[in-house]
Structures are given as structure tokens and as C-alpha cells.
């Protein structure tokens, strides 16, 4: 529950802002213990629809993220201190929830919380991963050079989303174009030479009695069928966002074959330049792989680095604990890593290992895009001429009774 406050610092500086809590005791506690004194604490209501629409619409997107987390890298390379990094944020940003966040975190640090501590506190600006790889820089104490690496990091994925949602768009276009051309076809072009095909006696093929069916059916229950699939809509999105669902999407990112090949190099990506950062920076190799597992946005992956953990400190080898699960990483991952162990060189041995996954993922999405296109052409022909060819073979046949 979000509740909105007005209260005074010890300072006697006036403060105005929001807080997430449970009920309003727990807003008071967690006010109180930042040394505000509360003037006026107040629930704030559940959204409405035109509210709901305006934070979808003022949403915090991935480029702006990218920008606030490349001007952050700048000012804390130019050594500033950090409140005074997130206060020069606040004052330039313009984004609305960006600039509140930054004056959220401002206090917060001022009251004494950690940086990662005041970014969770902002779940709807900062994901997991961003929080998590804060935190792991706070025990090697390589902040700069971590928050550099988000930079960069977020970037390249904001290019290769850009890429992927490029190449999503013409196919959802086209596919969007002929659903609608299908339903108006099935809806009120087949129906209405239905009953000159059933006058005439002709007999008409399986597929044009398929589609001459499922026109039918759509005519007479389309209401029906609205409200059913707005109910598999709400429960499929209910079931999406629970514990299991999470688990069964982050499954199917593995399976999917065309996903598979790019969710996973991109994984990879995100372990071995993370493991790397955090080895270079002298964290005990079970500790990082710990670490490596909360900043992994997939919860199979993060259970087996947590097995992974286990295992080392067991007295396994990295690259032998990794081989147990040639599922999840292949063979070259954990013969590199063993070359590196072998070396003593595990952390410049993941930075190639990162490297070579992150160009794979780039060549996988940029080769993808330009095999979509045909592809789609190709398919839509033949649908388009399967749904032709249903209504002028019984025209053919119908003329050539007549004659």
C-alpha cells in the first residue's frame, strides 16, 4: 500500500513524498526511523482508469534508464560523492518518476540506507539485477566501475531489444492485416455465397466446408467467444505473474528454440562479465557465484548458480560444477573457464567468454531479422492463396456444371 507524506527532517527542512508500506503503523515506523518528524500521512487510493493509463504512458522505458545510468557512470568517474552525483540527477532529469525516484534515494542515503537499499526501494525504476549488481559492488567497493559496466550493459540490451521489436513489428503488422481480412472473409463474404453452393448441389472441398463452418460459428457465438477469451486473457496473465507462471515462462525462454538462441547467449553474457567484476574485485569465488544467481532475471538459472555455490564450496572446481548442467551451459563455457582455473586467470578467461556470447546474441537477432521478412512473405502466400483457392475451386466447379 502507497501512502503519501508531508513531514519535517531534523533540519526542519519540509519533505514531501510517498512510501510503501503494509499499513500505516509500518509507514510510520519506516518514516520515523529515516529521523523525519510526520506532519500528515495519507493512503492513496487505488488508481482509476485514466489514471492507470497515464503511469502506463509515464513509465519509466529502458532508454531512459540507459541515459540516467550513463550519466550517473559519468559523475561518480568524475569522483563526485555519491548524494551529490544523485542530487545533480535529480536536478537535470526530466523525466517525472526518474526525478522523483532521485530525490526518494536522495533522502534515503541522507538517513543513513545504503545506495542498493535506497535503489530497492524504487522496484518500479530499477530491476533486480540493477539493485543486485549495486550490491555486489558495495562489497568489492568498485562502484564507478560497476555502475560504468550497467551503462554499457543496458545499452547493448536496448539496442538488441530495439533490434528484436524492429523486426517484430512488419510481422505483427502483416498478421494483424490478415486476421482481419480472414474474419471479414469467414464473417460476411462466405456467408453470403454459402446458399448458392448449397442450391447448386456442389460438392465442395474439406477445406472450403472448414471455413464455411468456423464462419458460421463466429456469426452466431461471437459474443460468446469474446467473453471467453477475455477470461483465458485475465487468468492467463493472473497465472503469469504467480511463482509457478514466473517459473513456467522462464522455462519456456530455454525450450523455445528461436528464443533459446538468444536468451541464453544472452545469459551467459550477463554471468561471465558479472563473475568477472566481482572475482577481479576480490570476492571469494562461492560469494560471487551467489551473487552472480540474484542478478540473473530467471529463476532456474538462479537456482542452479545457487547449486553451482554449493557444489565449490564443497571443494568442486567451477568448470566442473558447471558441467553438471550441460543444459543450461554448453561445453565451451566450462572448458574455457577450466583453461582459465588451469592458468589461474578464471576472471580474464569470463571476460572472453562474455565478449564472444555478447557478439552471438547480437549476429543471432541481427541475422533474425532479415530472415523474418521472407519467411512471412512465404507463409502468408500460401494462406492467402489456400483461402482464395477455398472459395474459387467451388466457383470453377459450379461454372463447369452450368456449362
Do not use: C
Not at 99 to 121: N, P, W
Not at 159 to 176: D, F, N
Not at 354 to 377: C, H, K, T, W
Amino acid at each position: 500500500m502507497k501512502f503519501k507524506y508531508k513531514a519535517k527532517s531534523k533540519d526542519g527542512e519540509e519533505q514531501v513524498g510517498f512510501v510503501d508500506a503494509g499499513t500505516k503503523d509500518a509507514a510510520i515506523t519506516i518514516l520515523a526511523s529515516h529521523g523525519l518528524f510526520i506532519l500528515s500521512l495519507e493512503p492513496i487510493s487505488n488508481p482509476g482508469f485514466f489514471d492507470r493509463i497515464s503511469t502506463f504512458f509515464g513509465r519509466v522505458k529502458r532508454k531512459d534508464l540507459v541515459v540516467f545510468t550513463r550519466q550517473m557512470a559519468i559523475l561518480m568517474e568524475a569522483e563526485l560523492p555519491l548524494t551529490t552525483s544523485i542530487e545533480t540527477l535529480h536536478k537535470q532529469t526530466t523525466h517525472p518518476q526518474l526525478k522523483e525516484a532521485a530525490y526518494q534515494m536522495m533522502q534515503d542515503i541522507d538517513s543513513g540506507l545504503a545506495f542498493s537499499q535506497a535503489l530497492a526501494r524504487q522496484p518500479h525504476v530499477f530491476p533486480e539485477f540493477f539493485v543486485s549488481m549495486i550490491r555486489s559492488a558495495e562489497v568489492t567497493g568498485n562502484l564507478s566501475k560497476v555502475i560504468g559496466f550497467l551503462a554499457d550493459y543496458l545499452e547493448k540490451e536496448d539496442i538488441l531489444s530495439g533490434k528484436a521489436r524492429s523486426a517484430m513489428i512488419y510481422p505483427v503488422v502483416v498478421l494483424g492485416l490478415f486476421a482481419v481480412v480472414v474474419v471479414i472473409m469467414l464473417t460476411f463474404v462466405f456467408p453470403q455465397i454459402l446458399p448458392v453452393f448449397t442450391e447448386s448441389g456442389v460438392d465442395l472441398p474439406v477445406f472450403t466446408k472448414v471455413l464455411l463452418g468456423a464462419g458460421q460459428f463466429i456469426g452466431e457465438w461471437w459474443f460468446a467467444l469474446l467473453f471467453l477469451v477475455g477470461i483465458i486473457g485475465v487468468a492467463g496473465v493472473d497465472y503469469l505473474r504467480s511463482p509457478e507462471g514466473i517459473a513456467f515462462l522462464d522455462d519456456l525462454k530455454i525450450r523455445l528454440p528461436i528464443v533459446k538462441r538468444i536468451y541464453v547467449p544472452l545469459t551467459l553474457t550477463r554471468f561471465a562479465s558479472t563473475a568477472s567484476m566481482l572475482l577481479k574485485g576480490g570476492v571469494p569465488i562461492t560469494q560471487a557465484i551467489e551473487i552472480v544467481g540474484q542478478t540473473i532475471d530467471n529463476v532456474l538459472y538462479r537456482d542452479l548458480f545457487h547449486e553451482v555455490s554449493q557444489r565449490i564450496s564443497q571443494g568442486e572446481r567451477l568448470a566442473d560444477a558447471l558441467a553438471a548442467y550441460p543444459k543450461y551451459f554448453p561445453p565451451l563455457v566450462y572448458q574455457m573457464i577450466a583453461v582459465g582455473e588451469t592458468t589461474g586467470q578464471v576472471d580474464q578467461i569470463l571476460i572472453k567468454v562474455g565478449d564472444f556470447y555478447g557478439r552471438e546474441a547480437d549476429s543471432l537477432v541481427s541475422n533474425l531479422v532479415e530472415l523474418i521478412q521472407p519467411v512471412l512473405m512465404i507463409g502468408i502466400g500460401v494462406l492467402v492463396a489456400l483461402l482464395f483457392a477455398s472459395v474459387l475451386m467451388p466457383l470453377y466447379q459450379l461454372t463447369s456444371s452450368i456449362q
